[in-house]
């Protein structure tokens, strides 16, 4: 039996009183003045007045309760061939000695901080430092290029950046350094200093007066015995940034405040995932994205459990039973991934042979998110693994699942195609574009009532009006979630596809707009439409249509591979923009609008309408033809 329905129904009573209850698992300095203030910020803010550190509670807290000896982070790396294990205390220490290093450096409270670094555990050291000092970090992932490293670096003008040396892709080192050079290049603002990690993959050059070696700085603090203490911080005040994409190349800095983080992530670490203290739990995620911030780094180690570390990928590394060796090996209860990840290892072992090597009598529990997660993809790990398989829904903005099969409170029936039921703290509504609510089992617009939950974005960085405009202008008294979906009579939640032009790639989240943006911007380029087209392996994957400017006299294949070449530069390899078809002319409204619906439902093969506002229908011939000529249609 559930009790999904008390619990949910008992948070609708009185919210403020179920936060209140989830925040006594907390640690404070102070307690909060109101739970909820409804007159604080863009629609009010979560345990005004109150006073916290995050680094305290994740580290400080365990070893005084005893948990010192326990591991907290288990580093697997088989791109390095490294495996580490460390301690409560060990990182305590760890974390205490580098935010010694920062404060050194001139870092304190509210001063930003940029890390660029890939999954080694020092990633998680430098977060908690700040956090421990009551500075504010900002994560960028490993995949992006100097130039969108440059444009955070101008948004949230850090005091300091902390980098390593290189990232390792299979096959190939991805050296960080020249790319954090060339960022800081093109950026307006220059950081103090920045602290590099030097890997022996790549031995970074150092720039004098600015750089500070990471290893020997350590450890000239570590002779001297000096350590940072917690800095107290007002529950509201941001733990961290986290820039993501939305419709334009400005990406959106998410802000995650300090108290209602804790209390949230805390709160569903039993209650979602079904985990206990002292338990291990594996986010095969990356610090760079919403799900290494929760589920790597904070949300296993405020509740005291194990987090493994994971660098590597999920097939090639060296082989599709990667997963099930982590899982053995480090006694592994639950796992959360992308689905793209498991379609991936079932597309190199369709089999699952890899499964029956390894023992997996540990693991319980398979958590999907990022994407819709298909079916196929849902029944063929249920079969091969034989545990529950919960797909649940997020964004980067909420920093935890909207809709979710609650492990810990009883799990309820599985609907395939539904990430089951909206979670305490959200009240979920599908909403026409009158903001009026429409029938069950009819598409609309899902929006969450204000407030948001504790741990929802309070704003975006320094852009409050941007905040207003993108996300409670649409549909008042709502936070729209530009996600469109339906809900059915039970109160399951579908989640069917983004209302803008965001798209997801193998689980990452990337603009079309901001693709278009970089390849308009090329010289031969008259006009474009960067649209996503659906793809086995990575959910979507991202494809131009460009026509070129008249006079150009150059091999279209020329130019394709340029633009190609442009966006990898610009945004970096995890954008997978790999095809650019030229044609002669795009399809368009009478009033001019690209008719980017109509060519994924062509590329898509799926059913579509001439639309009524069409201007010229033959130019929907033409550009099939173009499609289908260059294998561009799905399964055609
Ligand atoms: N640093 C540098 N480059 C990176 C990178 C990083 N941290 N992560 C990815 N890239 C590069 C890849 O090397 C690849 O480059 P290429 O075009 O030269 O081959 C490109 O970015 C695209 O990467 P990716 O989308 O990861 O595709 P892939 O083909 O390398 O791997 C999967 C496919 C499915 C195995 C992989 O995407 C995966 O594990 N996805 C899970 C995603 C995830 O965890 N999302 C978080 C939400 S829960
Ligand atoms: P991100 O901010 O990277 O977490 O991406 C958020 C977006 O990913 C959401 O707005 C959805 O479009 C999509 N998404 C995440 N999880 C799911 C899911 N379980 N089902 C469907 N779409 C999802």
Redesign the pocket.
């Known amino acids: 039996m559930t009790r999904y329905h008390e619990v949910y129904a008992s948070w609708r009573s009185n919210p403020e009183e179920f936060w209140a209850k989830a925040a006594k698992d907390i640690a404070w300095y102070k307690l909060w003045d109101k739970v909820f203030e409804p007159y604080m910020g863009e629609y009010g803010r979560w345990f005004a007045g109150s006073e916290c550190n995050t680094a305290f509670n994740c580290l400080d807290h365990h070893v005084e309760a005893g948990r010192g000896e326990q591991p907290a982070i288990i580093y697997d790396s088989p791109v390095t061939d490294t495996k580490q294990t460390i301690t409560y205390a060990q990182l305590l220490h760890k974390v205490a000695t580098f935010a010694q290093v920062l404060a050194d450096q001139g870092v304190s409270k509210g001063d930003r901080v940029i890390i660029y670094m890939?999954m080694v555990p020092d990633a998680a050291v430098a977060m908690l430092a700040c956090a421990r000092l009551g500075a504010i970090h900002s994560v960028v992932?490993?995949?992006f290029a100097a130039a969108e490293l440059a444009t955070r670096i101008d948004d949230c003008m850090p005091k300091a950046i902390v980098a390593a040396s290189c990232?390792i892709?299979p096959g190939r080192i991805?050296e960080y350094k020249p790319l954090l050079d060339q960022a800081i290049e093109i950026a307006t603002h220059t950081p103090a200093a920045c602290i590099i990690l030097q890997r022996e993959q790549a031995e970074a050059s150092m720039i004098e007066g600015r750089d500070v070696d990471w290893a020997s700085t350590v450890a000239a603090t570590e002779a001297e015995g000096r350590k940072a203490p917690c800095v107290a911080v007002a529950g509201t005040d941001p733990l961290y940034i986290l820039y993501t994409s939305g419709t334009t190349g400005q990406p959106k800095g998410v802000v995650r405040d300090n108290a209602g983080h804790m209390v949230a992530l805390k709160w569903t670490m039993h209650n979602i995932y079904g985990i206990e203290p002292g338990e291990v739990f594996w986010s095969?995620?990356?610090v760079?994205?919403v799900?290494g911030h929760s589920y790597i780094v904070y949300a296993p180690l405020l509740h005291g459990a194990t987090s493994v570390m994971y660098e590597g990928?999920?097939?090639g590394t060296p082989d599709p039973g990667a997963f099930w060796r982590v899982i053995s090996e480090h006694k592994v209860v639950s796992l959360f991934?992308?689905p793209?990840?498991f379609r991936?290892i079932k597309k190199d072992d369709a089999e699952g042979a890899y499964i029956e090597k390894y023992d997996l009598k540990h693991f319980r529990s398979l958590f999907l998110?990022?994407e819709r997660a298909d079916t196929d993809t849902i029944q063929w790990a249920e079969n091969k693994l034989k545990v529950p398989v919960i797909d649940h829904w997020w964004q980067t903005e909420t920093g935890w699942p909207i809709c979710a099969n609650p492990l810990g409170l009883g799990r309820m029936p599985v609907k395939y195609g539904s990430p089951t039921v909206p979670m305490p703290g959200y009240d979920i509504q599908v909403l026409d574009d009158q903001a009026k609510p429409v029938v069950p089992g009819e598409t609309g617009t899902l929006a969450v009532k204000l407030p948001l939950p504790p741990a929802a974005l309070p704003t975006l960085w320094q852009a409050p009006e941007r905040f207003r405009s993108s996300y409670l202008a649409e549909l008042p008294g709502y936070y729209t979630t530009s996600d469109a979906g339906f809900m059915d009579e039970d109160g399951y939640v579908y989640v069917m596809q983004r209302t803008d032009d965001v798209i997801n790639?193998?689980?990452?989240r990337l603009s079309t707009g901001q693709m278009e943006e970089i390849v308009a911007g090329h010289r031969d380029v008259a006009e474009c439409a960067v649209i996503g087209v659906e793809d086995d392996?990575?959910g979507q994957l991202p494809v131009g249509y460009v026509v070129l400017n008249a006079g150009v006299n150059r091999e279209e294949g020329e130019v394709e591979k340029e633009l190609v070449q442009l966006v990898r530069t610009e945004i970096?390899?995890?954008a997978?923009f790999k095809n650019v078809l030229t044609v002669k002319r795009l399809p368009k409204t009478r009033s001019g609008k690209i008719l980017r619906g109509t060519m994924r439902a062509i590329a898509d093969a799926r059913d579509w309408k001439m639309p009524a506002t069409i201007d010229d229908p033959a130019i929907l011939d033409e550009i099939t033809d173009a499609m289908r000529g260059r294998g561009m249609i799905k399964n055609d």
């Open positions: 890939p992932f490993g995949g990232g892709e991805v095969a995620s990356d760079g994205w799900v990928k999920p097939v991934t992308a793209t990840a991936a998110a990022g790639v193998a689980g990452h392996l990575k970096g390899p995890v997978a």
